[in-house]
């Protein structure tokens, strides 16, 4: 779904995550509201990856071969789930008129699930990426425009007030007084954030 210059563009904001996959939102939109995809399953998988091939390498023997299967065969079956996710939020995002993903413009490479196979706390760096790449690819093949904006804050600054508050695991909490957002999850505001950013930068 291409933009016609007769309708405004419609900027979706895009937050990626381990725990929530994706959180996809507009800017006016109650945080309640947004799409959401969990990675709760995706998370298990590579623990399961993790735990597997530490396992081997605890047995003393030479283990290349042996997680090389492994991660093939766990690369395939997370890959699938990220594509799955990739491909529903933009089914989603086809759903508003002129629509136009808003991406972080996250500044790290992204590192192969090989280099990361062995510990948990570096998934982020193979699947954060892998989902915006995914992200990019689907929308382009619908024909929705992908439009980047800076990450610098966008989970712990109040989608509504703009106020840096207090993010504690999946919460965040607007500090402003005078505010009416309190306590909210921090990737729907987050998603709300980005699509903010993203309203001055659609055409």
Known sequence: MAVTP???AAPIGVDVGEKTLIAATTPDADPAGAFVVEGHDPRKVFDYLSTAVNTLRAAGFETTVGEAQLTAAFYYRLRAQVLDAAAQTVEWARTHPNPVLVLEDLSYSPRP???????????GEWLLPDLQNALTVCAKEAGIPVRYVAPDGTSREC???GERGKRKEQRFRC????CHVGSV????SAAITIASRG???VP
């Open 175 to 178: 500090t402003n007084p005078e």
């Open 199 to 201: 309203e001055e930068r």
């Open 185 to 188: 999850d921090a990737d729907r």
């Open 159 to 161: 989608h509504r007030c």
């Open 6 to 8: 007769s309708l405004p």
């Open 113 to 123: 699930l090989w280099e990361v196979r062995a510990s948990t706390n570096h998934v």
